[in-house]
């Protein structure tokens, strides 16, 4: 027997949620399924690292972090950008503050109270959430659903698809949605916001773990301009990995697929000018190099490991040698898998979709979060993406349903 609801939201993340937020708003009978058996585990992850649910960036430069989908995301923010999502965070008792670096995050910095206080108001309004309920196929009796009592299959007239991207697979989002689409909706999911590979000497594999910062990381984006951030990154046993790098991610990723590579420069005495470490190694006397570094430049961790990889025994002059620190250049031959990945970019194409992110080859199926084709550093850019686009796909839902409720 197929049971049905007014509208079904299949994925229980902050995409999903905000979607089932919408069209309850709107007076619909929701139904949500979910594979896991709690909602919003990739939420919860996000706030072992604090909950970094927003950038205080203004607009439009906030925008620019969206890339090439800057105008496509930019409409989901006119309905919920920062300030929104902050304020919406607030009444839900999760108030928010401004880091150093811009970033924004709930005060206790956790998100499990957001969570248990949002799933609270939306069961208020008559959420039914169905957990380990996991959308397999779909035939003509509607979703089917396998669940621990067996398959379940559910209809109704509006359907939300929030199921991630493919990152973390062992918290739900496995990417296995995109047999539910055709080919030329998609566009292939790769990992982003994640680790790069290289090449290390067994030395600086034995480093691993050791935090490099701060450090400028300068690179050549597609257009062939060359781009500087400063932050930090740790040493891994395949290459390197932290926040410095993942706004680097998309213009390496396409270097690496065309030629098998890409090189970046790290800077590692970004506090100090070239002539003052040159002078600092020019008078270094009968010290040796790895002394110097250590005493006179004030370089530890892993900006201290470079240096010794790269430098301990260098011919070069003070004048060339200072230049060079500040140039380390180090050749990333692979990204990281993407189930280890903090993000995925692809995944349904804009041009698959209408402005409230139905699917053109099927009415009444709407698309959200994640699992839409764009991409963001980290910051905050990636929740407030998402919930944004719950928010589009719920509010058109909604309209479709109640057009056709009125019929
Ligand atoms: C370690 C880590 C830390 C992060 N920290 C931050 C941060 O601080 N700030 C930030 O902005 N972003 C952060 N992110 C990214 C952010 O968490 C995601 O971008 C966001 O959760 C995606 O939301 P979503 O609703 O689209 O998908 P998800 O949160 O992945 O939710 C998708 C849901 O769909 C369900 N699902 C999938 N397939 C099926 C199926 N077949 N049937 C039924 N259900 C299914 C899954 O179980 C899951 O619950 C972090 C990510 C990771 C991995």
Known sequence: MTRTADALVIGGGPAGLMAAEQLLAAGARVALMDSQRSVGRKFLLAGIGGLNLTHSLGRPQFDTAYREQQDWVAGWLDALDNQALMQWADALGAETFVGTSGRVFPREKKAAPLLRAWLTRLRAAGLQ?????????????????????????????????????????????DGQWQSLFHADELEPLQATNCG??????????SKAGEPIKPVILKWTDQT???????????????????????????????????TGKATVHLDLMPHWTTKKVAEVLASRGKHSLTETARKALKLSGG?????????????????????????TPITFTGLRPMQEAISTAGGVRREA???????????????????????????GFLLNACMASGVIAGRAAADYWLTLARQ
Not at 142 to 155: L, Q, V
Not at 196 to 205: A, D, K, N, R
């Open 196 to 205: 790069m590979e290289c090449e290390w000497s067994p030395v600086l594999q």
């Open 303 to 327: 900006r201290l490991h470079l240096f010794n990889e790269f430098y301990r025994q260098s011919p070069l002059e003070p004048d060339a040698l200072a230049h060079t620190i500040r140039n």
């Open 353 to 379: 979709l209408t402005d409230g992110l139905m699917r053109k080859q099927e009415p009444g199926i709407f698309c959200a979060g994640e699992m839409l084709d764009w991409e963001a550093p980290t910051g």
């Open 129 to 173: 959430i169905h957990t380990r309920h996991r959308l397999t196929h779909r035939t003509e009796q509607g979703w089917m659903f396998d669940t621990p009592e067996g398959i379940a299959a559910w209809d109704a007239p509006a359907v939300v698809l929030a199921m991630g991207g493919g990152s973390w697979p062992q918290l739900g989002s």
């Open 224 to 258: 062939g301009r060359t781009v500087e951030r400063q932050g930090e990154c740790v040493i891994t046993p395949y290459g390197l990995e932290g926040s410095v790098l993942y706004p680097a991610v998309p213009d390496l990723r396409d270097g690496i697929w065309r």
